[in-house]
């Protein structure tokens, strides 16, 4: 029973050397590629025509984040610009939307109600940023893998 285990686990790494050598080229590429810091082949940016402004400046939009590599991953989400501050803050993150949401609605200066439609996923809701706070409304809708 030893000597069994010793053909395989011989096997297994003559095998292993084999598909080593056979992609020899490709293994620097692979490093190299997992080595690169994040964000490096992402495009990132508001959506145009996607804002609400209240009377007091502060600006909500849609946002996305769409990075390649093996293949393409895109973020969705939602941030809040406050007046005469440069850093945006983002609200939720969400899968893609559609049928024309979300609809950003001011009630006050204070309140913003975020209507994102059917979605699949949400995750990080800020309820509050400063003096303002945000209401969501979403149905969950149900998950095709087809």
Known sequence: MKRGWVVLLAALVIALGAIVWEFRRTVPFLIMFAMEPAGHGCDEGPLTDSGATNSRGDLVEKYIKACTGFGTVV?????????GDQKTRTLVEHDRLYYQYPKFRWINDDLLNIDLGEVSWVSLKTDRVGSIRITYLYTKAAISWW
Request: aromatic share 12%; proline share 0%.
């Open 75 to 83: 973020d969705y989400s939602i941030v809040l610009q406050l007046r």
